[in-house]
């Protein structure tokens, strides 16, 4: 092996760290505040959502299009397209109402599941009053647990997410939100 083919991978090793580093740290940094509300909705953001999306499908064509035309690349493009077809069926829920977090004066109901990192199409609700506590699982995901171990799941790139944690807290005033971290234990 030459210099020549190894660099290239350790650029990208360099500058995920430098990616990640700078990421961790905006996050630590970030501290928001919103309005709580007696009823309200928060969706995930469709900006973000659409641009998996994308990802997902230029993915898809390219591993096709490598598989079929470039017969070294007989690991490689099928891997891309599995990739790419798993990207595109994730993001599809999201642009349902399936993982929207809906809250009244009296409960919240939102998804209920999370397998592999990636939020899951079943739902609950919850009383506020049932509500015993709040975590973070690994990958973005904040939850809100009842007595009964049933949960709601919900992630701060949804809009306005500021606003249900306002809510939260005020519904729930001895609950405190857990601190982001890029790698929770």
């Known amino acids: 092996m030459s210099i020549s083919e190894i660099l290239p991978t350790f650029v990208a090793a360099f500058a995920v760290t430098i990616v990640l580093g700078w990421i961790k740290k905006k996050v630590s940094e970030y501290n928001p505040v919103g309005n ?14 659409y641009f998996v999306l994308i990802i997902g499908i230029l993915f898809l064509i390219f ?10 690349m007989l690991v490689y493009g099928p891997a891309c397209t599995v990739m790419g077809a798993g990207f595109v069926i994730l993001s599809i ?12 004066e009296e409960s919240l109901s939102g998804p209920s599941k999370v397998k592999f990192q990636v939020m899951g199409i079943s739902r609950k609700e919850l009383n506020w009053s049932d509500i015993v506590s709040v975590g973070l699982v690994k990958g973005p995901y904040y939850y809100v647990e009842d007595k009964n171990a049933h949960r709601i799941y919900w992630a701060r790139s949804y809009k306005e997410f500021e606003n249900f944690e306002a809510t939260l807290t ?5 609950l405190t939100l857990p601190r982001y971290e890029l790698y929770p234990k």
Not at 36 to 49: F, H, N, R
Not at 170 to 174: G, I, L, Q, S, V
Request: hydrophobic fraction near 35%; glycine fraction near 10%.
């Open 93 to 104: 829920p999201s642009l349902t109402s399936i993982q929207d977090i809906n809250w009244t």
């Open 170 to 174: 005020k519904n729930c005033p001895t």
């Open 63 to 72: 591993g096709a299009l490598t598989t079929i035309l470039i017969d070294g």
């Open 36 to 49: 709580p509300s007696i009823a309200g909705t928060i969706k995930p953001d469709a900006g973000l959502v």
